[in-house]
């Protein structure tokens, strides 16, 4: 039986060529009239692949059994909504921790020794003329981790390595870990040198890192954002970075990605990266093949990887 699916936006060119081998595909962002397609073609999709559906797009899909998703982040499907209508929903975990957790480590390198900002303290020529300055580094710094998760965990291990003290911040305490848990973000914030944010994003999260908790980070306190730029109040981070109050940020999104606030552009203490936590050639394929996977398992009636609901 052939088997229909939806794409709504581009993916990795090898999760392309293994969708478009088992199943029929068609790319609704390909389309001019994206509406007249769907009201008269909608009722043949079986699975979605790829992120961002939304209850209307389900609505247009009558027969939609599952959705796909390339990612771990699953705040841009409305969840509820599919949950109502019995669609399966799957994401992409774990093959994408080890990748994150790199990224936070050199950007919080790369914002402890100014990097990017040598970097271009030597191609503009200035280093004959002026030493580049000294700044601070991870060692027997404490961190304190928004979120022990898949991801949150590899951090902590890479940060161990670091020589850095770690504790955490969730919605419980894991008794086996043996990092210190804190049930207050701002009292964890208040006895960090460094925030790493990795907590899942959505309504239950917006805004926890609130204008307290950066405050109570304080004047020689860096924010490090890897999950989404939502869970920042954005506009009080700007503030601080700027007044002193929050002494550094290295942030790989942003509240309105790809937006981005033009006052970080003119600071020094901050390091900033076009989201690109899992974007090595290694993990996008992985996330590409587990997607698949998922669906592939879906409709043989097996049980599937990693499901969301």
Not at 106 to 130: E, H, T
């Amino acid at each position: 039986m052939t088997i229909e699916i939806l794409q709504t936006q581009p993916l990795l060119a090898s999760c392309e060529e293994a969708l478009s081998a088992r199943y029929v595909v068609h790319k609704l962002h390909d389309m001019s009239d994206k509406a007249g397609w769907l009201a008269e073609n909608g009722a043949r999709i079986r699975a979605h692949a790829g992120s961002g559906v939304r209850a209307d797009l389900m609505d247009a899909l009558p027969n939609l059994e599952i959705i796909a998703s390339f990612g771990v982040g699953y705040d841009n499907i409305d969840i509820a909504a599919a949950k109502a209508r019995n669609i399966r929903v799957t994401n992409t975990p774990d093959v994408l921790n080890d990748a994150v957790a790199e990224l936070t480590i050199g950007l919080m390198i790369s914002l402890a020794r100014r990097i990017p900002q040598s970097d271009q303290f030597v191609r503009q020529g200035k280093w004959p003329n002026a030493n580049f300055g000294l700044f601070s580094e991870l060692t027997g710094k404490t961190v304190g981790i928004l979120g022990l998760g898949r991801i949150g965990k590899e951090i902590a291990t890479r940060a161990q390595a670091m020589k850095m003290r770690v504790v955490y911040y969730g919605r419980h305490h894991q008794k086996a870990m043996p990092h210190i848990y804190y049930d207050n973000l701002e009292d964890m914030a208040r006895d960090s040198d460094w925030l790493v944010v990795i907590a899942p994003g959505g309504k239950g999260t917006e805004g926890i890192v609130s204008r307290k908790v950066l405050e109570a980070l304080g004047p020689k306190g860096c924010v490090v954002n890897v999950a989404r730029g939502t869970l920042i109040d954005e506009k009080a981070m700007v503030e601080l970075l700027q007044n002193g109050g929050l002494g550094g940020a290295a942030l790989d999104v942003f509240e309105n990605e790809p937006q981005v606030p033009a006052a970080l552009f003119d600071l020094d203490n901050v390091v900033l990266s076009p989201h690109q936590g899992s974007a090595t050639h290694q993990t996008r394929d992985a996330m590409g093949a587990l997607l698949v996977a998922n669906l592939e398992r879906h409709f043989a009636g097996e049980p599937l990887i990693s499901a969301v609901v």
